[in-house]
């Protein structure tokens, strides 16, 4: 027996010591900071962004790179990068500048918040304070938590109880800060073998929960010949963390994004995002639920139990409908608006010198706007920077009729710019949500709200405008001849107005018609066949074409058909 512990004595001697854990050296912040936005792959550019309280999130994405600098020891060390994106994606870290290459990387997401603090006592004592809301006198009790953050149950020496359903203020106070909860979200890197010494290292990684939109405001003369155009880079941030004096850029163009490998054809993506969007809400360390919130039993009866709905509980704001300019040449709206009296200022110019409009750069068949100085980019917030300001840009009002296959769409009304190479825009125009002004009395008033998706420069932008109440023009579909699966039409449109109405009518093909045989001559545009006409005052113009039935071929879900004849 002695033997046989001394040979274990002897082999456990022989065993190399472990290692001891390397030192850390902690990072509190980034010296520099560079963001670079891009918009969310899945949403239409010329879509609103979503709402600031939206449970969704933004769903852009950022490329973020920072420059720290610390004081390493030699030989192997962890740092911890403090501060860095609460909605990093870890796998994607990068970091360059160290002489040790990295080992190992760690994101810790326990957080200094609610539902840690809870976690971390569950079953340990705290103190409870409560207040009168009579008096305002505070009472200080110790507790011990009997239940985790979902359902939060105390215990003192009356028995148990449910905190915050008592009907008074309660706060639960700890005396120290759990071990492993940070106050920051916080990124681990084990470097290997190093000489140490000051050394400045770049940290690049991508994170989510960001986006971006365009926001164009014109203001447009009182023929709606010409409009002054001023444009805003709208960036948003879902992220809990800030980044202050950040070199901030926005990338137009839509890039493929993937959280994850895309879905083999035999499998179901909406099942792997189901999968993925559940797996979200069941971690209760994803930034969206490190928040607590209680339910409690309804007080005085069972009627408003959590399962039941409630019937006072905290809502949006009504929104009102604008009231929009009256008599206008754009508007098409009545009602009034604009400012109250001499001493409004709501119509000041606002004045943005040209230091300070971020400049496009191209980057292949991206557009790249860079914002000329340093900015912060808050927490959860929003902010707007200006990117374009063209004073003086033709403009045209246009009636739009479209015809697709056998169908006809008129009353179409947009405003029309000609974005050509060299002209007084000559800009590419990033989607989404325009604003229309006109003064008819001296004062800017709202006159039209639209959108627009993204544009190249030689593309004709036009801005859709709501429906008028008094449009002059008629316009109306005739049969003339018909045979075996084909139609011949008249398109009548008549101006009942005392102004001449510019025209432009659109034939295009659909799956079950072909259009062919258009009576007047037309041009070829985006795939459309165009007739562009002028309706004089009180008068009208016809156009004949014929519409013939697409003739399939092979089986009933085959996509071959038989185009229109020459």
Not at 15 to 38: E, G, M, N, T
Not at 80 to 93: H, K
Not at 373 to 399: C, D, H, W, Y
Not at 436 to 458: C, I, N, R, T, W
Request: charged share 30%.
């Amino acid at each position: 027996m002695r033997r046989a512990a001394l040979a274990l004595l002897m082999f456990l001697a022989a065993l190399p010591a472990r290692a001891a854990d390397p030192p850390v050296v902690a990072s509190p912040k980034p010296d520099h900071v560079a963001i670079s936005l891009y918009r969310d792959p899945a949403r239409d550019t010329d879509t609103a962004l979503p709402a600031l309280d939206d449970s969704e999130g933004l769903g852009g994405f950022a490329l973020i790179r920072e420059t720290r600098t610390v004081d390493l020891p030699p030989g192997p060390v962890t740092v911890r990068f403090e501060g860095v994106s609460s909605s990093i994606l870890p796998e994607s870290a990068l970091l360059r500048g160290p002489k040790g290459r990295p080992r190992e990387k760690n994101f810790d997401r326990r957080l200094l918040s609610q539902r840690g603090l809870i976690d971390a006592f569950t079953g340990q004592r705290v103190l409870l304070r409560t207040t009168d809301r009579a008096t305002g006198k505070a009472t200080y009790e110790p507790v011990r938590i009997r239940s985790g953050p979902e359902a939060l149950i105390v215990e003192h020496k009356g028995g148990v109880e449910a905190v915050q359903c008592s009907g008074l203020p309660q706060t639960m106070l700890y005396d120290s800060v759990p071990a492993g909860l940070n106050p920051v979200p916080t990124l681990s890197m084990m470097l290997g073998d190093q000489p140490g010494g000051r050394t400045t290292l770049e940290l690049t990684y991508l994170a989510t929960n960001f986006d971006w939109q365009s926001n164009y405001v014109g203001q447009v003369d009182a023929k709606a010949e010409s409009v002054d155009l001023f444009a805003w880079l709208t960036v948003a941030s879902g992220d809990s963390t800030s980044f202050e004096k950040a070199d901030m850029a926005v990338i137009a163009g839509r890039i493929a994004f993937f959280r994850q490998a895309p879905a083999a054809d035999d499998e179901d993506s909406w099942r792997e995002e189901e999968e993925l969007q559940r797996e979200k809400d069941e971690d209760p360390w994803s930034p969206d639920n490190i928040e607590v919130w209680f339910d409690c039993w309804g007080m005085g009866n069972t009627g408003n139990a959590p399962f039941r709905d409630r019937l006072f509980t905290p809502d949006r704001l009504p929104i009102d409908t604008p009231d929009y300019a009256d008599g206008m040449s754009i508007g098409f709206f009545y009602g009034g608006g604009g400012c109250g009296g001499e001493d409004d200022d709501c119509g000041a110019d606002i004045v943005v010198t040209g230091s300070r409009i971020a400049p496009r750069e191209d980057i292949g068949d991206y557009k790249l706007y860079r914002v000329p100085q340093p900015t912060t980019l808050g927490a959860q917030s929003r902010k707007q920077i200006a990117f374009l300001e063209k004073p003086g840009v033709a403009a045209q009002m246009l009636n739009i009729v479209e015809v697709r296959g056998d169908d006809y769409y008129p009353d179409k009304v947009v405003l029309r710019i000609d974005n050509k190479k060299g002209g007084v825009l000559g800009e590419p125009l990033p989607g989404g949500q325009v604003t229309f002004f006109q003064s008819p009395a001296g004062e800017p008033m709202l006159a039209a709200e639209s959108k627009v998706k993204d544009k190249a420069v030689g593309e004709l932008v036009d801005f859709d405008l709501p429906e008028p109440d008094n449009l002059p023009l008629n316009t109306d579909q005739d049969e003339l001849d018909s045979g075996e699966g084909w139609t011949r039409y008249r398109l009548t449109i008549e101006n009942d107005g005392e102004t001449a109405e510019p025209v432009e009518v659109s034939f295009a093909n659909d799956q079950y018609y072909a259009i062919d045989r258009i009576g007047k001559p037309v041009k070829e545009r985006d795939g459309k066949r165009i007739w562009s006409v002028v309706v004089p005052a009180e008068g009208k113009k016809t156009i004949d074409y014929r519409v013939r039935e697409v003739a399939r071929i092979g089986a009933d879900n085959q996509d071959d058909w038989e185009g229109p004849e020459d």
